[in-house]
């Protein structure tokens, strides 16, 4: 390692809360002679949400973890409420950076973020820097044979396979140099008071799992023992057969590579289909850089021509879990106390939503996004427009799931179901709203009728 170029980074740590195979500290390391980890509470993202949103909670508890473990090595994490565009540019300033570094996000409000947060740096002769982090390949890593993105998963899927074969560093673990950190004796002018959540606007919640770092890889450790049944078991609603490490990945307070690594060291279906669950998180987020009018309408032109004629009243029934369909009504009811899912009845419910009611799935979209824990917009985005046919390498429209059949395959016993609907069986429970058979032609019907996109 040679000389670094720079006096002082800043480490603006974002999607990445952890200390163990960092990125952005790592480059930090590898550039300044010293660096600053600065954490903000983002203004502008936190005042779009309601009181008790439990994801500020869920970030509030990594950040005081990461204070703790960034004290133990001597140094402090600063931490700050407000917007970005103004603070990152300030604690520059303030703390004689010549440089920022931060990992890469690709939404369009982030993208103008950082773009406007760079040309203010600059303004001040500061250096702005971004890499990946939350993805192993980002958007234009992995093009067809035409220099185009791929639009179907499974050749994706192949080039992602061979390109991390040619690549190994890709998914190695990442180690930085922490004598690198400013020592705290030189940091206290600046660290302030962190905010509260009650400063910022928002109460404690319970959550369903521990935030953090040690939680993330405490987690990891008890998937590893279920990973070889991870193909059988993943879809069963009653069995604990998934990692549970969504919303982890989500913020980062486990590193990807870290995953994919695990992933690769075992043999076998399980491991294998894991691997390819943690690519269509790459391939999401491909799709939302590369085409990001998904952000906003279909990946298929022709589909925005649909008038979903599903009644509000119907898309209420859904969120509230009152559908009188015992598995979506499950589904509903313990994703609305616990901001959690599982990924088949994530499908299950969104195509009930888009084929049997006939609403549009931007608004189940909406509804996921304001209450998922891991809320993730390409991941979320990806999934709603494959269950609703309209989006990139889709579910075909005539393929519906039955949410009955979907019940007796993955909760033959009905464990599941009756731990969410205490009144199945009785009259207290509500009628279906709607005939599934009769909705399911409909659904077909309304894709027949579409027009070829210009």
């Not at 959550?207 to 993943?234: S, T, V």
């Not at 313990?334 to 899912?341: Q, S």
């Not at 994530?346 to 996921?368: I, N, P, Q």
């Not at 464990?415 to 429970?429: C, D, K, N």
Request: hydrophobic share 40%; charged share 25%; glycine share 6%.
């Amino acid at each position: 390692m040679g000389t670094p170029e720079h006096r002082r980074a800043l480490a603006w740590i974002r999607r990445d809360l952890r200390l163990k195979d960092h990125r952005v500290f790592q480059r930090a390391s590898e550039i300044a002679h010293e660096f600053v980890p600065v954490f903000i509470f983002d203004s502008t993202i936190l005042g779009k949400l309601s009181s008790d949103d439990r994801r500020v909670t869920f970030i509030f508890d990594c950040i005081e973890e990461l204070k703790d473990g960034l004290k133990q090595l001597g140094s402090a994490l600063i931490v700050r409420f407000g917007d970005p565009t103004i603070l990152v540019p300030q604690l520059a300033k303030e703390l004689g950076a010549d440089v920022v570094i931060c990992s890469q996000d690709f939404e369009r409000s982030a993208i103008a973020r950082d773009r406007k947060v760079q040309e203010l740096l600059k303004a001040q002769g500061c250096r702005f820097e971004t890499g990946a982090d939350h993805v192993i390949f980002p958007g234009k890593s992995i093009l067809n044979k035409e220099g185009q993105p791929y639009r179907v998963f499974t050749p994706y899927s192949n080039a992602w396979l061979k390109l991390m074969d040619e690549h190994p560093e890709a998914i190695s673990e990442v180690t930085w140099d922490s004598s690198r950190l400013v020592p705290l004796d030189k940091l206290r002018s600046h660290l302030g008071q962190t905010p509260t959540l009650e400063s910022m606007g928002f109460q404690p919640q319970t959550l369903w799992l521990k935030a953090g770092e040690k939680a993330a890889q405490d987690r990891l450790q008890k998937f590893l023992p279920k990973i070889l049944d991870y193909k059988k078991d993943r879809d069963s609603f009653a069995v604990d057969g998934t990692s549970g490490l969504s919303v982890h990945l989500r913020f980062g307070t486990i590193s990807i590579r870290q995953c994919v690594r695990t992933a690769r060291e075992r043999k076998g279906e399980g491991p294998f289909t894991w691997l390819k669950e943690l690519i269509w998180r790459d391939f999401y987020s491909m799709l939302l850089d590369r085409f990001p009018h998904l952000e906003t309408g279909c990946f298929k032109p022709e589909c925005d021509q649909i008038v979903w004629p599903g009644p509000e009243e119907h898309f209420q029934a859904w969120c509230r879990g009152e559908t009188g369909y015992p598995v979506v009504d499950a589904a509903m009811r313990y994703f609305n106390a616990t901001g959690f899912m599982h990924n088949r009845l994530r499908m299950v419910v969104a195509m009930f939503l888009t084929k049997t009611l006939l609403v549009d799935w931007k608004k189940g979209e909406a509804y996921f996004a304001k209450h998922l824990l891991d809320f993730d917009l390409a991941s979320n985005n990806g999934g709603w427009q494959w269950s609703a046919s309209t989006g990139c390498d889709a579910q075909p429209y005539f393929r519906i799931f039955n949410p009955t059949s979907q019940a007796e395959k993955f909760d033959p016993d009905g464990v599941f179901i009756r731990s969410q609907v205490a009144e199945l069986g009785t009259a207290a429970y509500p009628k279906p709203i709607v005939d599934h058979s009769v909705q399911r032609l409909k659904a077909i019907a309304l894709f027949q009728a579409l027009r070829p996109a210009k």
